[in-house]
């Protein structure tokens, strides 16, 4: 399975930002998606994950009620809608893919990742 992260960018203290994750196989419809992010001489950390069907998700603390992560399985594709963008937000980010259905915080349990797609929020 590949991976596909796109829709990083410059973006203002404040604002919004889509991001997506497109698979190149359908089997990625039974597997849990994350993303993941990593901030510059920081450690990559979780952010948001979401189960197969789409129904439970998950996110960090730190974006809770700013960030909302969903997919399209139809498309084979997962989203992170960031909205409140603050410039602790700055970071690569990466989507990933775990099989098994059920999401995980844990890096080291998603076989699958995308290349990641930089997001830079000036203050």
């Known amino acids: 399975v590949q991976l596909q992260a796109s829709g990083g960018g410059l973006v203002q203290d404040g604002g919004s930002v889509r991001l997506s994750c497109a698979a190149s196989e359908r089997t990625v419809t039974y597997v849990a998606m994350g993303w993941f992010r990593q901030a510059p001489g920081k450690e990559r950390e979780f952010v948001a994950a979401?189960?197969?069907?789409?129904?439970?998700?998950y996110y960090t603390d730190s974006v809770k009620g700013r960030f909302t992560i969903s997919r399209d399985n139809a498309k084979n594709t997962a989203f992170l809608q960031m909205n409140s963008l603050k410039p602790e937000d700055t970071a690569v980010y990466y989507c990933?893919?775990?099989?098994?259905?059920?999401?995980?915080?844990?890096?080291?349990?998603?076989?699958?990742w995308g290349q990641g797609t930089l997001v830079t929020v000036s203050s």
């Open positions: 990933a893919a775990r099989t098994g259905g059920a999401y995980s915080t844990r890096a080291s349990e998603y076989k699958y």
């Open positions: 979401i189960n197969w069907r789409g129904d439970s998700t």
